[in-house]
């Protein structure tokens, strides 16, 4: 079976950094992928690592180690508005295009 | 503008009936898919669709039907057999290779 490990919830201040940890092991691994959701809204996707390295768009970057099974999602200037969940899903051969998620992190930013 | 509607927004049903859940995107993509979401668990994999009048089974799909007779539409019937429907269900879709998925704006069933 799939297995996709995150922190359930964090905390941070606004202008802050946050870096949230996603481990995984999954069998015929074929891509990682973040996504964003605001509590009752659909998600909406941040980011995608299928190779090995750092991933960097605005104050988001994602880092993949494939061998590790190991992910992180990096927010940089903090702000009010990140305060959401933040899913971790990886695509694996056997669910063709399907996503698998794991659980997600409640981030919660502060003043 | 080109996107993901499902519809309705908000659903209640009484215990025992069998409620179809609408699905359909203009962004000529592919594959669809079915999720649902529970408080603390994430989303989960109900079924999924590569392409039309084809379909596979997710992680959960007892007691839930699909069909994808047309590209634009994947609806999913929530039958009686389901022991706990109520929940958040999402719909998405993606172009075949390995690219991201969109999602609707969500169905929150609940059942009574």
């Known amino acids: 079976g799939q297995n996709i490990d995150q922190p359930t919830e964090m905390t941070a201040t606004e202008g802050a950094i946050v870096q949230i940890n996603c481990t995984y092991q999954?069998?015929?691994?074929?891509?990682l992928f973040w996504y964003q959701q605001h509590a009752g809204e659909a998600p909406t996707f941040l980011s995608y690592?299928?190779?090995?390295g750092l991933e960097e768009k605005g104050r988001f970057s994602s880092f993949l180690s494939r061998s590790k099974g190991y992910s992180y999602l990096l927010l940089k200037e903090l702000q009010m508005k990140d305060s959401a969940s933040y899913l971790c899903?990886?695509?694996?051969?056997?669910?063709?295009?399907?996503?698998?998620f794991g659980k997600g992190t409640t981030l919660s930013v502060s003043s | 503008d080109g996107g993901i509607t499902q519809s309705p927004k908000y659903l209640f049903r009484k215990e025992g009936q069998n409620v179809t859940l609408s699905c359909e995107q203009n962004?000529?993509?592919?594959?669809m898919y079915w999720y649902r979401q529970d408080p603390g668990q994430g989303l989960r994999l109900i079924y999924y669709?590569?392409?039309?009048?084809?379909?596979q089974k997710g992680d959960i799909a007892e007691g839930y039907s699909v069909s994808r007779e047309k590209k634009e539409s994947f609806p999913l019937t929530v039958t009686s057999a389901q022991k706990n429907p109520t929940a958040f269900y999402l719909c998405?879709?993606?172009?075949?290779?390995?690219?991201?998925?969109?999602f609707g704006q969500g169905t929150r069933l609940t059942v009574v």
């Open positions: 998405a879709s993606s172009i075949r290779a390995n690219t991201e998925a969109f």
């Open positions: 999954t069998s015929g691994f074929n891509g």
């Open positions: 690592n299928v190779l090995d």
């Open positions: 899903a990886v695509k694996v051969r056997q669910a063709g295009t399907a996503l698998i």
């Open positions: 962004l000529n993509h592919d594959a």
């Open positions: 669709s590569q392409i039309v009048n084809d379909f």
